[in-house]
């Protein structure tokens, strides 16, 4: 009786093991997914500085927003599935990521994607202040052609777009703005310089996996001799934020240090939006899960682009979304708040 009993609980141990062992397993195993959840909704005075600016008095406050993205582990791919929590999302590891682009790579892509923000916020900022200044590049260099672009064949490694359709470029930003406004199967007319010589080159654009419904050319890129000389000391600190998406506020940001007049009326401000040269405000992913981070933070106020209004608006529960179209849209509504 006693070997029985013994038997019975060696074998209930053995099942409970084997329970633990695979819950957390689950917990920690990954899987093909990433989970987009709401990031963060940063304060951006204490990552802007603005040399002999106005710091000290601003009354209310500007916040970037970010989307939260980790690969999703096992329990948590079944958990987003079945309870699909607001705001959470699994996207494919290949929606996310280029073909053939490793996370790493990607990521620091992102980072200087991000550095070209950060200058043309800066750049924006300073123009609406009324400063004159010149942001000097010569091209944008190709890091990597991808298997799929319809640019294999043409293109190489270490080319430096100089041209897109017969226009100077000096940012690797303006290549993307430029092709970004394309529609998938149109082409692209390249002016590429390949050690001495200069090569023309027609490409169509292609809508890629991780990119649904946008043109691209399956190339990536990073600026090439990238220079500037602003007239005001300018830092941003954005950390490891990666992307574009934060231009706009840093925009607002920049410029609210920079001159006397507080554009934030002592509200809670969040937004996102890339922004180009000359002021235009664009389209950004992840919208819905920035509102929930800009709600949860406590903002009243969010500056969306035009492009993702209606989902940012429809994702609201009690932050006031506001529509932006060009960084004059948001300094006018900022300065009708007094």
Do not use: C
Request: proline share 3%; net charge neutral.
């Amino acid at each position: 009786m006693a070997s029985f009993k013994n038997e019975k609980l060696n074998r209930l141990l053995i099942i409970s093991l084997v329970v633990i062992l695979v819950s957390l397993l689950s917990a920690i195993w990954p899987t093909d997914y990433y989970v987009e959840s709401p990031g963060i909704a940063k304060e951006l005075s204490s990552l802007v500085k603005v040399k002999n600016g106005y710091k000290d008095e601003i009354k209310g406050k500007f916040r970037l927003t970010a989307v939260s993205l980790e690969t999703a582990s096992v329990l948590e791919y079944y958990y987003v599935s079945l309870f699909k929590p607001q705001g959470v999302a699994l996207t494919p590891l290949g929606k996310q990521l280029p073909p053939e682009v490793e996370p790493r790579e990607y990521f620091e892509m992102m980072k200087d994607v991000m550095k070209e923000s950060k200058l043309k916020a800066k750049a924006v900022a300073l123009r609406q202040a009324g400063y004159d200044f010149e942001i000097t590049g010569q091209g944008a260099e190709i890091v990597k052609v991808l298997k799929e672009s319809n640019a294999k064949d043409k293109l190489k490694e270490g080319d430096i777009i100089t041209e897109v359709d017969d226009k100077k470029i000096s940012l690797v930003t303006e290549v993307i703005d430029k092709i970004r406004k394309r529609k998938i199967g149109e082409s692209v007319d390249l002016t590429i310089k390949r050690e001495d010589k200069t090569h023309k080159y027609s490409i169509k654009t292609k809508e890629l996996e991780n990119s649904p419904g946008k043109a691209s050319l399956g190339v990536l890129i990073s600026s090439y001799k990238r220079s500037y000389n602003f007239p005001v000391e300018i830092e941003i600190n954005s950390g490891d934020i990666g992307g574009p998406s934060a231009g706009m506020v840093f925009t607002l940001e920049v410029l609210n240090q920079l001159t006397k007049n507080d554009l934030t009326h002592g509200k809670d401000i969040a937004g996102t939006g890339t922004i180009d040269l000359e002021g235009n405000v664009g389209e950004i992913s992840g919208v819905e899960q920035k509102i929930l981070a800009a709600e949860r933070e406590g903002a009243e106020i969010f500056l969306s682009p035009a492009g993702n209004y209606e989902k940012a608006k429809e994702s609201a529960t009690k932050i006031k979304v506001v529509s932006v179209d060009k960084v004059e849209d948001a300094i006018d509504f900022l300065n009708s708040l007094e």
